[in-house]
């Protein structure tokens, strides 16, 4: 069975950055697809990034700009680098597959809080 680990939250001043990390186990990583999502108190859980297997991203119009997403296939491990961050950034951070044919589709780890707070 696939295993996602997400790491690298916490708390962060606006204006500052963060990078989350999530390590993948149970599947072939490569040629899949991976996102990362975000789900704030109150609210559903959004897409935020996406990644193909070949590596052409996506982002959501609120983090253009400011987050990049990338991978690491030997590592098996997709990134989200968080500048210029906001109090509306803070939330509960997952990542998992992007597209139903990711193998990773569905599946989901513990995620990892980001509080955005002076």
């Known amino acids: 069975q696939v295993q996602l680990v997400e790491s690298g939250g916490g708390l962060v001043q606006p204006g500052g950055s963060l990078r989350l990390s999530c390590a993948a186990s149970?599947?072939?990583?490569?040629?899949?697809?991976m996102g990362w999502y975000r789900q704030a108190p109150g609210n559903q859980r959004e897409l935020v990034a996406g990644i193909s297997g070949g590596g052409s991203t996506n982002y959501t119009d609120s983090v253009k700009g400011r987050f990049i997403i990338s991978r690491d296939d030997a590592k098996a491990t997709v990134y989200l680098q968080m500048n210029s961050l906001k109090p509306e950034d803070t939330a509960v951070y997952y990542c998992?597959?992007?597209?139903?044919?990711?193998?990773?589709?569905?599946?989901w780890g513990h995620g990892t809080q980001v509080t955005v707070s002076s």
């Open positions: 998992s597959g992007w597209g139903t044919d990711s193998v990773f589709f569905g599946s």
């Open positions: 149970g599947s072939i990583f490569s040629k899949n697809g």
